[in-house]
């Protein structure tokens, strides 16, 4: 093979891209893969933690990398939900839910980015090649094959290209593929806190009229925190000094975790939903953010991302074992077609809520109140909730029901 020709190249080295490229040369023996990305590919510095649906923590799995990341997981044992009004002095809880899927196999694990990071880094060791940093300043579909133009001059070509490079994918417009995006004119608020209770594995959502106030649980007595408010109030938090902030929180968490300290400064990000019209175009197909971005408020953005990658994977092995054109439109149109209701209907289901819980009318709050109070008590809809949100499917990817592709 040409240097500069490859099987697969993932633009993007996030661990959306990364984990592409771990299920292609895991199960495709002699895969020549090419990674690139802006930056240089190393492990991050970054005190976050991302949620893992039980679902995804099978991919995690059969790729080998669970282990690695067990030690240092924490198991969401439990998620309560709350719904508060503007000057409410208690939070009644509406909803429960006990976070398995089945015996001992917990819904969720929340596992530190720079831990995933790493192991997914150290597994690809001498198994891909990196070009980075790079740009890429251009993308054409040729026959047989897509071309991706650097701006050194450089031409790099391959069967299959991934855009895998965000939401502001630069692959996705250099293909011309528009999207559907709303703004939701809120910003979303991250950063890590220390408190003085043992959170035991639980998990808990305040709906506030600003939106959404998520606690999760991590290693020890610390939890990720994600909330949404106006951007105008973000930027104030922002500002604000460091114990003002925590006291803040404390006000609307309760006395949930007791005595809040703030571990690193709020990270704030504006809240937008964003869907590629399409999934896949000649030569090339979009995972992750570049292919969708929807509200934080059930924690799924990397979720949805890793779905991506198991139903990738299985079509592209598929056809490379056959010796098929992996990069065929055939191809890339089963892959689109898996990806594309639960992709829409999780779009949907975090817009209605986001919708419905972001205000404080009476009559809004009493029908949601009621509906989450119908829900605690019938335990096949219970079910059926935590399974979707776990990501267990029947008929999806391989990868996702741990299975080898």
Known sequence: MHKDHYDVLIVGAGPVGLALALSLTRFMSGVRIGILDRRPVSVPVDKRASAIAAGVRRVLETLGLWDKLAPEAQAVTEMRITDS????????????????????????????????ARAMIEAL??????????????????????????????????????????????????????????????????????????????????????????????????????????????????SMPADEVALRIEEVMGSTL???????????????LKIARDFASPRLALIGDAAHVVHPIAGQGLNLGLKDVAALAEVVIEAMRLGLDHGADDVLIAYERWRR??????????????????????????LRDFGLGVVDRVPPVKDFLISRAAGIERGGPKLLLGHPL
């Open 341 to 366: 209701f639960d992709t829409a209907l999780m779009a949907m289901v975090t817009d209605g809520m986001n919708r419905l819980f972001s205000n404080d009318i009476a009559p809004a709050r009493a």
């Open 258 to 272: 007791g005595k809040v300290t703030l571990e690193e400064k709020l990270q704030v990000f504006p809240l937008r």
């Open 85 to 116: 009004g503007t000057g409410d002095i208690a939070r009644p809880l509406f909803l429960d839910f006990h976070g398995e899927v089945a015996p001992g196999e917990p819904f969720a694990h929340m596992v530190p980015n720079t831990v995933m």
């Open 125 to 238: 060791e001498g198994k891909v090649e990196y070009l980075a940093p790079v740009e890429v300043k251009g993308f054409v579909a040729e026959l047989g094959g897509g071309a991706l133009t650097l701006a050194d001059g450089r031409v790099l070509r391959a069967p299959l290209i991934v855009a895998a490079d965000g939401q502001n994918s630069a692959l996705r417009d250099m293909a011309g593929i528009s999207t559907i995006s709303h703004d939701y004119q809120q910003s979303g608020i991250v950063t890590t806190i220390g408190h003085e209770l043992d959170h035991e594995g639980v998990a808990y959502e305040h709906f506030r009229p600003s939106g959404p106030f998520a606690s999760l649980p991590l290693p020890g007595r610390r939890s990720s925190l994600v909330w949404t408010e106006r951007p105008e109030d973000a930027a104030r938090y922002q």
